[in-house]
Structures are given as structure tokens and as C-alpha cells.
């Protein structure tokens, strides 16, 4: 897939990222992000296209440094956040949150690239029972730059 | 007439007696009191603009189209401040919660004793107050569209012995659809696009979206014109130039960036103030998970407030979210956060808001940035931001929650009433918040003498003849309250000053 932004390797990190963060299956509801990730990775892309370039390439530089300082700092592996399975992940993710500064701010650049993207997914929505109250106008066209 | 970039296919002239930069809360108010007082105005707005055609209710989508930077604008310090802007025609209060107040008489009159504003008059302001209050339909809404938050903070409330009230909103026909950030899906929300903007066009203002000002010409210490940029909104580059001839120049384009154009135009900083005396209103957000089904979704998003802390310099403040940003406010990864997100409908929010002492610094920007902005809380304030998710936490268990969720790093989630003792006994750092803020204040000061400030009494700049700041930049100190209204009012007077004057430009 191509995106606007976001190179294969960034993306592939993000993804990695998303899984950590929202694990597919567990007892609350079975999607997780890596379930979906062809959909809501273009959102994340679009997401960042509309930021200042000095912006993206700081997320971006981000993520490939935080795909591997994290497991170097965390975990004492020498193995990039890719690399690693979806429970991992999710415990390094854990074991970062619950560690004193920055550790918990980090994770919440995580969250900043994932959530928006992902619980904007109707699947997403249907899945934890959150519907709008309303729906869009009759003569909604959609978004425009 | 509303001309968008692709109504533009050459370099534009101009000339009319007003320029507004700025369609927000001070320039689309500007806009309308000055056209419908026969001048001729023309509005400049960097963003598009966008109706209930284009929102869709989905925060990604939105911040992507309306916000400015998608929603990453924020003040470097410690903590880091997240400021979300609106970039689109009607500014910030299109994206805005529609939460109205007057400016408290007792920070007028704190400008007044301590702030060099000898001059201004609390009741000279209130017919203004007026005027604007029924422009934008202020109003108090039923409790069905407050939402069940409200109900359960009352409730809350009313057992620890404090007085939960309705927020007041400028709203007509609103249903409580829940998603007045991300543009307001029926309409109701009379935010600048759809009171003011329409009212000054069909007053004959000219309003020009996708447009960046990028100079204010000066001659002799007086304003001429201004320049500006057409940008294509697809790919954010620059394209058409526009020229405008004008007697008074409004830069209205916010706290944050009117400062740091200024700046960069090397106008109205001889008192050295410019840009200086940031304050933001630092905001924490307090989640509690319910037994019951909250559903806080299917209300306005922000209903009710507690003001018993107001002198404390905390205010309480109703706040919903969709899940989509809501999940950033919660901890937890795998599958506590995924516990947390099935159970959004048994989640209540309340927000709280310091009236700060901290000041930070608006700095011109650089990288593409049309500014920097700089402020790290101090300590007194991480104490009032603590007390006062410490008060919320209180009130929710008062209401019956399992959990609270504090937004605070050294103690994010409180399980019972003994957590919430530890929690107000920990000694807080500013550095354990996430401070997220809506309300840049106070970067072009007004008062009397020009050697401590960057405006007059009637917002104009000292040093620059026909140049006003009708925007949230002037006001001295924190508010307190959320500023929409006093920067509507402000304006208001500033166009009738403007419009009684005109002569002398």
C-alpha cells in the first residue's frame, strides 16, 4: 500500500505500535489493530499529511527511533518493537506507561497516532456500542480541504 | 461575498477602509459591526470554510479539516500544553464547545486597580455583552440536552453539599448531538460562520477564505495596507498574491499568532511586551467509570459547571468526548484500555480549569510554524490542578463511581475514596499533569501607558495609528472563565470606536 506521508517501514512500525496498544481478541471485544490495519493506517497517514512538515518529520524520525530504544530500554533486548509479537508488545507498552517520565508521554504519542484512526472505524464503533446520536446531514458531501 | 481559493485565478487588489485578519471570535464580530455600519471591510481567513455538508462527527476527519496543524499545536514547556486551534472560516468557535460567560466584573475590575486599565467600566460594558448575547442566541439549555454527565456531577454534587449549574451556550434548536468540537452536525452551534460571517456579508463585507495575511504595510507609524497570500488549500502552498489598501488594519488572528505576526512585522513592541504575558487557561480531565449507563455521548458536550471553587482559581467544567479522543485520556494498554473503550458508555468526564499565574512567551515561528509558544506551568498551578481533579474525584465517588481516572501521571487511577486521600496528599510536580488548554490569552496587553503595553483601552496599537487587536491577545490576566464572550464584546466596542473615528485614519 502507499501512502501520503508515511514511508513502508514507518507504517509497518505504526502498525506495530497499534497492535501493542489494542491486541486483537481478549475478553472486551475480539478487532484489534492489527485487524484492521489497512483501513485506519491511511487515516493515520492522512492524519499527519495535514501537519507542518517539521511536525511529520519529527513523528517520523520518532517512530524509527522508538522502534528501537524502546526494547533496548525497557525490555534489554536488542529487537525492534517490529519485531516483536503482539503480547509483547502490549507488555512493553505496559511496562513503559506504569515507568516514571517520559515513559507514560510517550506512550500517549502512541495513542495520538492510533486512536483517532482506529475507534473512527464504524466496525470499531459497533464494536464497543458507541453510536452518534445523530447522523450526518442528508447533504453531507464529505470532508474538503 | 465569500470568495475561496478556487474562486481566484490572478493576484488580487483591493482597497476598503477596514481589514480584518481573522474571522474568529474578534474579527467576525468586527466584521459585522463595522460593515453594518456602512464601512467598507474585508475579511482574511487562512482556513477554508466548511458547513454540516462536510462533518462527518469523526474527530480524525475533523482535526484534519479544521484544525490548525490537524490538531498538534501546542506550548513547549513543562508539561507540554496541547492549544487546539480552529483553522477555518469563524476560527476557534467553530470548533468551540459554544460555552458562553461574561467576563467576571471582579477581573474588570482587577484591570482596572492593578493592571493599568483606569478607564474601563464594567457597566458600560454590560450593553455589549447584550448585544453580542443575542447575536449568537445565549441560552440556557433543558437537561435531556445537557446530558447524563450533568445529572451524575449534580448528583454528585448535591451530596457533598455544592451546587452543580446549567453551562449557557450559543446554540438555536440545539438536540445535544455531542460533537460541538468537531463542527456541529445540525447547525445549532451560532458560531461565527453561521451568526456574525453571514450578517457581515450580506452587510457587503468582503470575505476572503484560504488567505494568509503576511504583512501589515506601515507608513509613518500608520497603517496602509496589508498583503497577503492566497494558499491552495489541497497542497497548503502559496500561490495568488493579494494587495489591500486600507485605513485600519484588525489583526484578530488569535493570542498565539497575532502576537508572533507582529513580531515578525517588527510592529507595536516598543513597550517590549509583545508577545509576553501568555496565559491558557491549563485544563486537566477527570474520567470516572460508572456502574450505570452514562451514555455522556448523547448530550452537548460540555453541560453543567461548579464555580463553589472559583476563588481558589478552579472552575469545573463539563466536558464528553467521542471514544475516539476519549481513549487518549484513559491509561492502560491492551486490554485494560480495551476494557475501558467496551465500557465508554459507563464513562462520565468533567473537566477543570485554572485561572493560572503561570505567563508564557509567543515567539515568531520558524520551520512553517506561524508561531512558538512557550509555558511551563508553575507550581502554584499544579497545585490548583490538583486540588481541583482532587474536588471532581470527590464529587464523582459522592455520585457512585467504581474508578476515577485523574490525567495525572503519578497517580492515574483512583479505585476508592483511599486512593483519592493518597492522591491529595502527593506532593505534584507540574511535570505528572497532561495539560491540555483552549483559551491563549493576554500576548498584546492593553493599558494606558505605552511603555508597559502593547494596546489602548479601545485596542489599538500604541505605536501604530490604525492598528487594532480585537482578538483574546489584550486581556491582562487569565479569565477564569471560558473568553469567547469577552472577546466578542471587546470587539464590539472596538468597531463602535472604530466606526465613531474613522474619519481620523
Not at chain 2, 507540574?430 to 503595553?453: I, Q, W, Y
Request: net charge neutral; proline share 5%; with cysteine.
Amino acid at each position: 500500500m502507499s501512502y501520503k506521508v508515511l514511508s513502508e517501514t514507518e507504517a509497518r512500525i505504526i502498525a506495530a505500535m497499534g497492535s501493542g496498544v489494542i491486541p486483537r481478541a481478549g475478553q472486551s471485544f475480539a478487532l484489534g489493530a492489527a485487524s484492521l490495519e489497512d483501513t485506519w493506517l491511511p487515516r493515520t497517514d492522512h492524519l499527519l499529511s495535514r501537519m507542518p512538515l517539521a511536525t511529520r518529520l519529527a513523528l517520523r524520525l520518532a517512530v524509527h527511533v522508538l522502534n528501537y530504544v524502546w526494547p533496548l530500554l525497557y525490555m534489554k533486548k536488542f529487537t525492534p518493537l517490529t519485531s516483536l509479537d503482539e503480547q509483547e508488545r502490549t507488555e512493553l507498552f505496559h511496562i513503559i506507561e506504569n515507568s516514571p517520565a517520559p515513559g507514560p508521554q510517550t506512550i500517549l504519542v502512541v495513542k495520538v497516532l492510533v486512536f483517532p484512526a482506529f475507534y473512527g472505524l464504524p466496525e470499531v464503533k459497533e464494536a464497543i456500542g458507541y453510536a452518534e446520536k445523530f447522523s450526518v446531514s442528508p447533504d453531507y458531501v464529505g470532508p474538503k480541504d | 461575498m465569500i470568495k475561496e481559493y478556487k474562486d481566484i485565478s490572478n493576484h488580487v487588489t483591493e482597497a476598503a477602509d477596514v481589514c480584518i485578519i481573522g474571522s474568529g471570535a474578534g474579527g467576525a464580530v468586527a466584521a459585522k459591526e463595522l460593515a453594518e455600519k456602512g464601512l467598507s471591510v474585508i475579511v482574511l481567513e487562512e482556513g477554508s470554510s466548511f458547513t454540516t455538508k462536510n462533518f462527518n462527527q469523526d474527530p480524525g476527519d475533523m482535526m484534519a479539516m479544521m484544525y490548525r496543524d490537524a490538531g498538534t499545536t501546542m506550548a513547549y514547556g513543562i508539561p507540554p500544553a496541547s492549544i487546539t486551534l480552529g483553522k477555518c472560516l469563524g476560527g476557534t468557535t467553530t470548533v468551540n464547545s459554544a460555552t458562553c460567560f461574561r467576563t467576571p466584573s471582579e477581573v474588570v475590575q482587577d484591570w482596572i486597580d492593578h493592571h493599568d486599565c483606569r478607564g474601563l467600566d464594567y457597566e458600560a460594558l454590560l450593553p455589549y455583552f447584550e448585544r453580542v448575547e443575542s447575536q449568537i442566541n445565549v441560552t440556557e439549555l433543558s437537561e435531556d440536552i445537557l446530558g447524563n454527565v450533568y445529572k451524575i456531577v449534580k448528583r454528585g454534587a448535591k451530596a457533598l453539599g455544592l451546587a452543580a449549574k446549567p453551562l449557557m451556550h450559543n446554540v438555536k434548536g440545539c438536540e445535544g448531538a455531542g460533537v460541538c468540537q468537531w463542527g456541529c452536525v445540525k447547525g445549532a452551534k451560532q458560531s461565527m460562520e453561521v451568526s456574525y460571517l453571514p450578517k457581515a456579508d450580506a452587510a457587503g463585507a468582503r470575505i476572503y477564505t484560504n488567505c494568509r495575511a503576511t504583512n501589515i504595510v506601515t507608513e509613518d507609524g500608520r497603517v496602509k495596507g496589508v498583503e497577503a497570500v492566497f494558499i491552495d488549500p489541497a497542497t497548503l502552498k502559496r500561490r495568488w498574491r493579494m494587495r489591500i489598501q486600507a485605513k485600519v488594519v484588525c489583526a484578530a488572528m488569535g493570542a498565539l499568532i497575532t502576537p508572533a505576526f507582529l513580531l515578525r512585522n517588527r510592529l507595536a513592541n516598543t513597550s517590549g511586551t509583545l508577545g509576553k504575558g501568555l496565559t491558557i487557561h491549563p485544563c486537566g480531565r477527570v474520567v470516572a467509570e460508572m456502574d450505570e449507563v452514562v451514555d455522556g455521548h448523547l448530550g452537548v458536550s460540555q453541560g453543567g459547571l461548579i464555580d463553589a471553587f472559583k476563588d481558589e482559581g478552579i472552575m469545573l467544567e463539563g466536558i464528553f468526548i467521542p471514544p475516539a479522543i476519549m481513549a487518549m485520556a484513559l491509561p492502560g494498554v491492551g486490554e485494560e484500555h480495551k476494557y475501558l473503550a467496551k465500557h465508554y458508555r459507563n464513562l462520565a468526564a468533567f473537566g477543570v480549569l485554572v485561572c493560572d499565574t503561570t505567563r508564557g512567551r509567543v515567539l515568531p515561528g520558524m520551520f512553517g510554524y506561524p508561531y512558538l509558544a512557550f509555558y511551563s506551568l508553575n507550581q502554584e498551578d499544579a497545585s490548583k490542578l490538583h486540588k481541583g481533579i482532587g474536588y471532581t474525584a470527590d464529587i464523582f465517588f459522592a455520585a457512585g463511581a467504581k474508578r476515577v481516572f485523574t490525567g495525572c501521571y503519578a497517580m492515574p487511577t483512583l479505585n476508592n475514596k483511599e486512593d483519592l486521600k493518597a492522591f491529595k496528599r502527593l506532593e505534584v510536580k507540574p511535570k505528572h499533569f497532561e495539560v491540555m488548554a483552549f483559551h491563549p490569552l493576554g500576548t498584546c496587553r492593553m493599558g494606558n501607558d505605552p511603555r508597559t503595553s502593547v494596546v489602548d483601552l479601545n485596542l489599538e496599537a500604541h505605536d501604530v495609528k490604525g492598528l487594532f487587536i480585537p482578538d483574546g491577545s489584550p486581556f491582562p490576566t487569565s479569565l477564569g472563565v471560558n473568553p469567547q464572550i469577552t472577546i466578542m464584546t471587546f470587539a464590539t466596542r472596538t468597531a463602535d470606536y472604530i466606526a465613531t473615528n474613522i474619519h481620523r485614519y
